[in-house]
């Protein structure tokens, strides 16, 4: 009798962590379709700068070429200067936004590292005892019935503390 109960909760412990392991695949599943989402965000933006480093692009070669046109004469030096300062107000802008977007960028991937190592160890945790044979029940049932402390029982049987007292638990002795 005391087997069968044995065996009856022994598939309800398997079904029990078969359901926590479903809702782990689930909650990755579902963080993956956020990030996913994040990065269609960034691409984006990301082809957004792109097409206004294309209009700074052109609308400078108009600059210079306007420049080159225009009656005074200016000298190489003041040429320089001037495609410099316009570069530079151009691009400013876009190198703040790549920074923004390495910035986030980073935190996901930080977030990412934080949550797959919850994960891990959340699976880590999950472990069936060693003592699920049949033989070693007995033994323990036995050795406890004759008087023998948990602490010898684990030492003479190689088990942890844990499983000679889960052993009894599910025997319902202790």
């Given at each position: 009798m005391n087997l069968e109960n044995f065996h009856f909760n022994i598939e309800y412990i398997i079904v029990a962590m078969a359901g926590v392991i479903l809702y782990l695949?689930?909650?990755v599943y579902t963080k993956d379709a956020d990030y996913s989402r994040n990065i269609r965000s960034v691409?984006?933006?990301?082809?957004?700068?792109?097409?206004?480093?294309?209009?700074?692009?052109?609308?400078?070669?108009?600059?210079?070429?306007?420049?080159?046109?225009?009656?005074?004469?200016?000298?190489?030096?003041?040429?320089?200067?001037?495609?410099?300062?316009?570069?530079?107000?151009?691009?400013?802008?876009?190198?703040?936004a790549l920074k923004q977007i390495q910035s986030n960028i980073n935190s996901i991937e930080s977030e990412i590292e934080t949550r797959m190592a919850q994960l891990e160890s959340g699976v880590k945790q999950i472990s069936i005892p060693s003592s699920i044979h049949g033989n070693d029940d007995e033994k323990i049932i036995s050795l406890y019935k004759q008087g023998v402390s948990v602490d010898t029982i684990s030492k003479e049987l190689h088990i942890s503390k844990p499983e000679v007292e889960f052993v009894l638990k599910i025997n319902k002795i202790k």
């Open positions: 695949l689930y909650y691409a984006s933006v990301v082809e957004d700068l792109n097409r206004e480093l294309f209009y700074l692009k052109k609308q400078l070669k108009e600059t210079e070429s306007s420049i080159a046109k225009a009656p005074s004469r200016m000298n190489d030096e003041e040429i320089y200067q001037e495609v410099e300062r316009s570069v530079y107000d151009m691009v400013q802008p876009l190198s703040l």
